[in-house]
């Protein structure tokens, strides 16, 4: 593939010590065709200085690793943290590490929203880099700082997609109205369970439903535990 959009290309944070970095084969078949695959590159991103890496067990695997039992965070302590993991939804949209409203650690992920517009009537943010297996968590949860003050009101969408997921019906859809300042998300795993085999999870949404005002977010401590 000589476009960019015909790549599959996902981000790892790494180190130091050892790291294990799994690709699952499904997210590569969803965006290549996985009979004609011809090369694979890793590459570095900004560094800011010589770093040693050693590769080691590059391998391809037939069982799915053990559900993890220990909680699984994005505290966005380390910068890159936010740009590795979440990725905009859409045009517009602003990520920035932030020392602003955290609630865990002393950072949090800016978001900068959009109003809608023809192009994107849901902005919002995407990550592919949870657990795959959520067999052995309880809870989903997020804390989320909204820094508007108008009367109109927010509502914060959250999609979960499983492997099989393609429609809003194969989907895990939920919802909560935005107040201003400090909200809190608790969404029980058992709920999740109900629409989608969280054994298989494969990308987390956020977003805002159809905003009429721009608007800016700071998420931090999403975690599943």
Same mark, same amino acid.
């Given at each position: 593939?000589r476009?960019k ?8 944070? $790494?180190?130091?010590e050892?790291t294990? $970095?799994?690709?699952y $084969?499904?997210?590569i078949?969803?965006k290549?065709d $996985?009979t004609q695959i ?10 800011s200085?010589d770093?040693?890496?050693y590769l ?5 695997e037939?069982v799915?690793?053990?559900? /993890?039992?220990e909680?699984?965070?994005?505290s966005?302590?380390k910068k890159v943290?936010g *740009? #590795?993991?979440?990725?905009?939804? +859409?045009k ?5 590490h932030s %020392?602003?409203?955290a609630t865990q650690?002393?950072?949090?992920l800016q978001?900068? #929203?959009p109003?809608?517009?023809? +192009?994107?009537k849901?902005? +919002? ?7 795959r297996?959520?067999s052995?968590?309880?809870q ?5 700082y909204? %820094? ?7 509502? /914060?969408?959250?999609r979960?997609d499983?492997?099989?997921s ?5 989907? *895990?859809n939920?919802?909560?109205?935005l107040v201003p +300042?400090?909200?809190k998300?608790?969404?029980?795993i058992t709920?999740i369970?109900?629409?989608? %085999?969280i054994?298989?999870i494969q990308?987390v949404y956020f977003f /805002?439903?159809?905003p ?7 998420? %931090?401590n999403i975690?599943?535990e």
């Amino acid at each position: 593939s000589r476009l960019k959009r015909d790549w599959f290309m996902a981000g790892y944070m $790494i180190g130091p010590e050892a790291t294990t $970095i799994r690709v699952y $084969i499904e997210d590569i078949d969803r965006k290549l065709d $996985i009979t004609q695959i011809q090369q694979v590159r890793l590459a570095t991103n900004k560094q800011s200085k010589d770093v040693e890496v050693y590769l080691d067990n590059v391998r391809f695997e037939s069982v799915l690793p053990p559900a /993890l039992t220990e909680p699984f965070s994005f505290s966005f302590e380390k910068k890159v943290e936010g *740009f #590795l993991n979440w990725r905009p939804n +859409g045009k517009l949209i602003q990520i920035k590490h932030s %020392d602003k409203h955290a609630t865990q650690g002393e950072h949090s992920l800016q978001v900068k #929203l959009p109003r809608k517009f023809p +192009g994107n009537k849901y902005p +919002g943010i995407s990550s592919h880099t949870f657990p795959r297996d959520w067999s052995n968590y309880t809870q989903f949860s997020a804390d989320i700082y909204s %820094d508007h003050k108008e009367k109109e009101t927010m509502i /914060l969408g959250i999609r979960i997609d499983d492997s099989a997921s393609d429609s809003y019906e194969t989907r *895990f859809n939920w919802e909560m109205e935005l107040v201003p +300042g400090a909200n809190k998300i608790r969404i029980p795993i058992t709920t999740i369970k109900n629409s989608i %085999d969280i054994s298989r999870i494969q990308a987390v949404y956020f977003f /805002l439903s159809e905003p009429k005002r721009k608007s800016t977010l700071y998420f %931090d401590n999403i975690r599943v535990e």
